[in-house]
């Protein structure tokens, strides 16, 4: 298959999801036309989408008469999708900054989106989840490179509330080893910094994750 086939089944494949999660979130039927002006294709193109609905054994059927049109059966729903609680986390945390940040114009189908996501987490994880939030503050778009093994040792001591070993090197360039607990995490343009606890010298100091050269997760009874 080319590549302009691929990507045209690509497209394909997401309007299919697409059309049937909109007739699924919908209190009465839709026409064909009404479907084929909402998703920018040819009232042909949407009956070929709806007869490959009907094929894939989807409960679609057509609603006679004022709000009629085609429509889903009440029961079904698309296959759930299971996050992680830090999927789940890191989704609402981009969220929120999309939002703040006005990088989208979608902001209510955003939030309805968001709210589905915290809805599907137990409750316990919810409160926690709160809490590291509000310890998250999204000022802008960190462009410093980090090395991979750092940012991974720092959010695994983020989201699990370890402690991190770092070998870290100063603004005049003194290298030095620390033992910390993350406590928050601010994004400033292109800094990232990590306000830490001190497990040493039992004090809060600020480090910028660029400077980070080793870090890894560690237990401290």
């Known amino acids: ?11 394909r494949t997401a ?14 039927g839709i026409t064909a036309e009404a479907l ?5 294709v040819t009232i042909r193109t949407i009956y070929r989408d709806l007869d490959a609905l009907r094929e894939a054994e ?42 703040e940040m006005r990088v989208v114009p979608f902001t209510e189908t955003l939030g309805t989106a968001l709210d589905k996501v915290r809805a599907a987490l137990p409750k316990s ?17 960190p462009a410093r490179a980090i090395a991979p093994a750092v ?11 370890r402690a991190l070993s770092l070998h ?24 990232t910094f990590l306000n830490c606890d001190d497990l040493d010298k039992g004090e809060r100091r600020q480090f910028k994750l660029d400077r980070i050269e080793e870090a890894r997760v560690i237990d401290v009874a």
């Open 1 to 11: 298959m080319s590549g302009t086939c691929q990507l045209l089944e690509v497209r």
């Open 15 to 28: 309007r299919l999801f697409a059309i049937a999660e909109h007739l699924r979130g919908r209190r009465t």
């Open 36 to 40: 084929a002006e909402r998703f920018g």
């Open 58 to 99: 989807m409960p679609l059927h057509a609603e006679r008469g004022r709000g009629g049109g085609y429509a889903l059966d009440r029961a079904y729903s698309l296959p759930p999708v299971n996050f992680t609680a830090r999927e789940a986390a890191l989704l609402l945390i981009a969220g929120r900054w999309l939002t």
């Open 125 to 141: 994880v919810q409160r926690d989840l709160a809490d590291q939030l509000a310890a998250l503050q999204l000022v802008g778009v």
């Open 151 to 161: 940012r991974d040792a720092v959010e695994r001591a983020w989201f699990e509330r």
């Open 168 to 191: 870290y090197r100063s603004a005049d360039g003194v290298p030095s080893k620390r033992r910390v607990r993350i406590v928050s995490v601010v994004m400033d343009r292109a800094e």
